[in-house]
C-alpha cells in the first residue's frame, strides 16, 4: 500500500467554473467608480419619458438602461411597474424584472451520479453546438472527458478552449492543470507564458512558478513574481498562490527561512490549495504549524484529510479525503489517500471503489494499480489483483512503487497459499525500503508481513511478528499509522494464542503469472 | 414666433432624446402650412452651463457646440442628398435672433415629424405585433445600412432613436452621435460615443479598437441585434448580458482588460440568447433570429456579423445580409407563413 507525499506544487486547481468563480479565485477587482453624470443624465431622461407616458415599454427601456448602469433605485421604479402592469408585456421582460433567469445553472460536475453526468455532457454538447466559440464550455467538457479517463478527447477540448481564450485566467489554469496531468509540463508552460496577463497576473504567475517546478523545468517568472508578490495594491488572497510558489521555490532551493517566510505570507489571505501547501511543508521542514483559521478556508479538504491522518484521527481523515476526492475527482493524489487509510483501517470494498473510479481518470497510474491490488487481495479477490499486477514494471527499483509492488505481490502469494514465495517478496520490499532510507516503509513490509504470516499460520508467524514489532515499537509514538498496523498485528497474534480458529486458506494449485516473473 | 422661413414655433418639447450637445439641446414643434415638424435649437448662450458641467473653458465648450451642430447638420444635409430614406430627414435648418448680441442667436434644425418612437408604438399592442416589429427591424437595417454606405457610423441606435412615421415606416433618427470615415467628428474622442446604457460589452469594458470598423460599425450591428432583443423580450443584449456576469466581474469593477473576461462575456451570451430564443413566437422564427442575433451581438467585434461577410474582401459589418432577412421574414410573416406559436 502506498501514499506518495514527496512532493507537492501549488498547481492550479481545476474545478468547474461556478465553483471556481465562487471560491474568488478569478476575481480581478478594482475600486467601483461612481455613476457618471453622462450616464446620470441619460436615466434622468429615461425616468422623465416612463413618466410622461407610464407604459410598459418604457419601463422596459428605463429597466435595461438603469440596470446596465447598476443605477437600482431607477430599475427598482421600472421593476415595480413591470410586475404591477404585466398585461401585455413580453415574457422575457417579465423574467427580467422578477430576477428569474431562464437560463440554467450548471451543476457540480464532481457530486453527480454517472447517469446525470451523461445529462450534462449532452447539455453541454447541445450548447457548444450552436455557441462553439464558448470556451469555458469547451473547458466543463474536457474536464468530463477527463473524468472519464478519456484524455485524447479532454485534449482536444482543451486545445480547443486555450486557442479561443487564450487569456482567460480559469481557461489557462485549467489547461495548464490538464497538461500538467497528461504529463506534457512544457505545453502547460507554453499556454500560461503566451497568456496577455502571463507577467502580471499573480494567479497566472504562481501557476508558471508551480508548473515549472512540478514538471522539472526553470521558471522564467520567478523574479517577475517576487517583485508582484511584494506589490501592495494586490489583495493577500489574490497573491496567495504565488507567495505559495516562490516559497515552494525557496524550499527546493533550500532556502527554509524564506520559504516559511513567504510560507507565512501566503497565509494572510489563503486558499485551500495554499493552506494544503502549507500543512505539506510543515511536514518537511517544521515551524508552519496551521491554526484553526486556516483549516476554515473553504474546501480545505486536503490539509484537513492529512492532520486527520497524522493525527490517527482514521474515519475523519477518510471522510475529507472523500470530499478532497469529490472537490478533485480526476486528481490521483486524493484517490492514493483515501484508499491508503481505507485500506488502513480495512475497509477494502471502500478502497476498491474509489480506486476503481480514479484509474477510469488516472490509467496504468502504478500507484493506483498498487493500492487496487493490495486491496483485492486483502478481500481474496487475487484473480483480478493478479491480473493488475501483471501490467507493472516490477523491475523499477528508484520509486516509492518499487517497495510497495513486491509487498503487493508478497501479500498475493500469501493468499494463494505460497508463502515461502511471499515471504521472499516482502523481504524484497523491506530491503528496498532499507536502500532508499525509508524505515517507515520497510517497518510496515515487515508488518504486513506478519499479518500474512499469523492469518496463513505459518511456523515462523511468531518470529516474523516479534521481528515486526519490536522494529515497529521505534517509531510508534511518532507515527500513527505504523502504530495502528502494528496494533492490528497484536490483535492477530492475541487471536492466535487463544487458539480460536483462524480463516484457513486452502493451497491454490499453480502460480500466478506476475508472481512468476518476480520468483523468477 | 416666426422662423424666416415660416415655420410657426407652437410649443416646446421637454428635452429631446439623446440629440446633439444633450442638455445644451430644446426641441420644439413647428408647423407651417398645416403641417408639424420637429425643431431642434442649438441655446450657445448655455455654453458657460456646458463648459462647467464639460470641465472645460468657455472657448472650447462653445467650439464643441459649434462643431457638433456643424456636424449633424453637413451630414443630415448628406443623407438627404443620398436620398436615405429610412434616416431622419432634416426639412431645413437655420438660426434666428431671439436676443441682442452674438449669444442671441439660436441655431436649429428642423426635423419631418413623426408619430414618435417604437416605444409608444408597442405600447399600442395589445400582444407582440410579430409582422410591425419585423418590418420595423426591416427599416432600421436598411436605414444602418444606408448610413454605412455613405461611411457612417451611427453609434446610438436605441429604442428611442427610432421614430416610427405613420404606421408602418420606421426611421433611425439622432446622428450627433455619429462618426464618418476619414473625418473627425465631434464625439471620436469620446470611449463610447453613444448612450453608455445601451453599449455593447467591449466598449464598457474599456477595449478601445483603433480600426474604425471594429470600433464603430460593429457597435451599429451589435445595436441592430440589441432592438431585435428589446423588441421580443422587452431588455436590451447588454442587459441581458450582465444579468448573468458574476457581479465581481461586472465592467464597473473589472480590472482587467476586455480579453481576459471575454469568454465569460461569452458564457453569459449564450445563456441571453437562450432566453432571448425562448421568447420568440414560432419554431422557424426562433431559429431565424437566434441564428440572426448570436451573429450581430457576438460579445467580440471582430466576429461581430455575417459569418459570410468575413471571406474575401467584403466589409465585415455590412448589414445588407440582414437587410435581405429581415425584408424576407416580414414578406412571410405578412402572408402568414411564419408559424405564430
Redesign the interface.
Known amino acids: 500500500m502506498l501514499l506518495e507525499q514527496k512532493d507537492r506544487h501549488v498547481i492550479p486547481r481545476w474545478r468547474d ?1 461556478r465553483t471556481t ?1 465562487e471560491l ?1 479565485e ?8 461612481p455613476i ?4 446620470k ?3 434622468a ?2 425616468v ?2 416612463f413618466e ?2 407610464g ?4 419601463a ?2 428605463l ?8 443605477d437600482s433605485e431607477s430599475a427598482d421604479l421600472a421593476r415595480k411597474f413591470i410586475l404591477a402592469n404585466q ?7 417579465l ?2 424584472a422578477s430576477g428569474i ?4 445553472v450548471p451543476d457540480d460536475l464532481s457530486t453527480l451520479k454517472k447517469d446525470e453526468r451523461q445529462r450534462i455532457f449532452h447539455q453541454i454538447r447541445t ?1 457548444l453546438s ?2 462553439p ?5 469547451w473547458v466543463e467538457l474536457s474536464r468530463l472527458y477527463s473524468l472519464q479517463g478519456n484524455s485524447r478527447r479532454a485534449l482536444r477540448a482543451m486545445i480547443a478552449a486555450a486557442n ?2 487564450p ?5 489557462v489554469r485549467s489547461a495548464a492543470r490538464l497538461f500538467l496531468h497528461e504529463r506534457d509540463g512544457p505545453t502547460a508552460l507554453k499556454i500560461i507564458r503566451r497568456a ?2 502571463a507577467k502580471r ?1 499573480p494567479w497566472l504567475l504562481a501557476a508558471e512558478i508551480a508548473v515549472a517546478s512540478a514538471s522539472g523545468k526553470a521558471t522564467l517568472f520567478a523574479k517577475i513574481g517576487a517583485n508582484r508578490n511584494e506589490d501592495n495594491n494586490i489583495s493577500p488572497f489574490a497573491r496567495t498562490e504565488l507567495s505559495s510558489a516562490l516559497a515552494t521555490l525557496e524550499m527546493e532551493n533550500g532556502k527554509t527561512r524564506k520559504a516559511r517566510q513567504l510560507f507565512r505570507q501566503s497565509l494572510e489571505g489563503p486558499n485551500e490549495n495554499s493552506v494544503a501547501q502549507v500543512e505539506w511543508a510543515n511536514r518537511q521542514i517544521g515551524g508552519l504549524e496551521l491554526d484553526k483559521s486556516a483549516l476554515s478556508v473553504p474546501r480545505s479538504f486536503e490539509a484537513t484529510a492529512n492532520l486527520n491522518l497524522i493525527a490517527g484521527e482514521w474515519n475523519p481523515a477518510v471522510a475529507h479525503g472523500m470530499e478532497w476526492l469529490r472537490d478533485q475527482p480526476f486528481s490521483k493524489r486524493p484517490a492514493l489517500f483515501t484508499s491508503y487509510v481505507s485500506s488502513l483501517i480495512e475497509d477494502y470494498e471502500t478502497s476498491i471503489s474509489i480506486l476503481r473510479q480514479s484509474l477510469s481518470a488516472n490509467p496504468d497510474d502504478p500507484s493506483l494499480i498498487n493500492n487496487l491490488a493490495f486491496a483485492l487481495g486483502s478481500v481474496d479477490q487475487l484473480e483480478e489483483a493478479d491480473s493488475l499486477l501483471r501490467k507493472m514494471d516490477l523491475t523499477e527499483t528508484s520509486q516509492l512503487s518499487s517497495i510497495t509492488l513486491p509487498a503487493t505481490t508478497g501479500l498475493l502469494f500469501f493468499r494463494w497459499g505460497l508463502p515461502e514465495f511471499g515471504r521472499r517478496m516482502y523481504e524484497l520490499a523491506a530491503t528496498r525500503a532499507a536502500r532508499q532510507g525509508n524505515i517507515k516503509y520497510r517497518t510496515l513490509a515487515r508488518l504486513y508481513l506478519a499479518r500474512e504470516e499469523l492469518l496463513a499460520s505459518t511456523p515462523t508467524a511468531e518470529m516474523a511478528v516479534n521481528l515486526a514489532l519490536v522494529e515497529a515499537s521505534k517509531r510508534e509514538d511518532e507515527d500513527k499509522e505504523v502504530a495502528f498496523v502494528a496494533a492490528q498485528v497484536r490483535k492477530l497474534e492475541e487471536a492466535a494464542k487463544s487458539d480460536r480458529p483462524q480463516p484457513q486458506r486452502p493451497p491454490r494449485i499453480g502460480i500466478p503469472s506476475v508472481s512468476k516473473t518476480m520468483v523468477g | 414666433m416666426t422662423l424666416s422661413s415660416g415655420w410657426l414655433v407652437t410649443e416646446e418639447i ?2 429631446l ?2 440629440g446633439t450637445g ?2 445644451f439641446s430644446c426641441a420644439y414643434k413647428v408647423q407651417k402650412g398645416g403641417k408639424t415638424a420637429f425643431l431642434k435649437a442649438l441655446d450657445f448662450s448655455k455654453a458657460g452651463e456646458m463648459a462647467v ?1 464639460m470641465g472645460v473653458d468657455n472657448l472650447t465648450a462653445l467650439q464643441s457646440l459649434v462643431n457638433a451642430y456643424q456636424f449633424e447638420r453637413n451630414l443630415l444635409q448628406d443623407c438627404k442628398q443620398k436620398r436615405m430614406d429610412r434616416v431622419i430627414m432634416a426639412l431645413e435648418d437655420g438660426s434666428i435672433q431671439v436676443d441682442p448680441g452674438l449669444f442671441g442667436e439660436v441655431f436649429y434644425l428642423i426635423f419631418e415629424p413623426a408619430d414618435g418612437d ?3 408604438h ?2 399600442l ?4 405585433n410579430v409582422v410591425w416589429i419585423l418590418r420595423c427591424l426591416h427599416h432600421i437595417a436598411v436605414g444602418l445600412n444606408q448610413l454605412h454606405s455613405a461611411k457612417v457610423a451611427h453609434q446610438d441606435l ?3 432613436n427610432v421614430l416610427v412615421f405613420e404606421a408602418n415606416l420606421s426611421k433611425v433618427a439622432d446622428l450627433g452621435s455619429a462618426s464618418v470615415q476619414g473625418t473627425v467628428s465631434p464625439r471620436d474622442d469620446y470611449k463610447f460615443a453613444g ?5 455593447p460589452p467591449e466598449l ?1 469594458y474599456g477595449s478601445i479598437d483603433p480600426d474604425w470598423g471594429r470600433r464603430r460599425q460593429a457597435t451599429d450591428v451589435y445595436h441592430l441585434g440589441s432592438m431585435v ?2 423588441f ?5 443584449m ?3 448580458i ?3 456576469v ?1 457581479p ?3 465592467y ?6 476586455y ?6 462575456i ?2 453569459a ?8 430564443s ?2 420568440v413566437p414560432g419554431e422557424q422564427l426562433r431559429k431565424v433570429l ?1 441564428e440572426a442575433v ?1 451573429q450581430l451581438c ?1 460579445p ?1 467585434p471582430a ?1 461581430r456579423g455575417h459569418p459570410s461577410n468575413r471571406q474575401g474582401f467584403a466589409n465585415p459589418y455590412s448589414l445588407e445580409r440582414y437587410v435581405s432577412l429581415f425584408n424576407r421574414l416580414t414578406q412571410r410573416a405578412v402572408i402568414g407563413i411564419l408559424e405564430k406559436k
Open positions: 467554473f468563480l474568488g478569478l476575481e480581478n477587482a478594482r475600486a467601483p467608480e457618471s453624470s453622462d450616464d443624465e441619460a436615466i431622461r429615461r422623465e419619458e410622461a407616458y407604459d410598459i415599454w418604457h422596459a427601456d429597466l435595461s438602461s438603469a440596470f446596465v448602469i447598476g398585461k401585455g408585456a413580453p415574457k422575457g421582460l423574467h427580467f433567469s431562464n437560463g440554467e450548447r450552436s455557441e466559440r464558448n470556451a469555458i464550455l479561443l481564450a487569456d482567460n485566467r480559469f481557461v496577455a496577463g497576473d | 421637454p428635452r432624446p439623446g444633450g442638455y458641467a417604437v416605444r409608444r408597442l405600447a399592442f395589445e400582444q407582440l436605441k429604442p428611442s448612450d453608455r446604457t445601451y453599449a464598457l432583443t428589446f421580443f423580450c422587452g431588455v436590451s447588454t442587459a441581458m450582465l444579468a448573468h458574476a465581481n466581474h461586472l464597473t469593477v473589472w480590472g482587467g482588460t480579453s481576459e473576461v471575454l469568454a465569460e461569452r458564457d451570451f449564450g445563456v441571453a440568447l437562450e432566453e432571448f425562448n421568447n437566434r448570436s457576438d467580440d466576429h
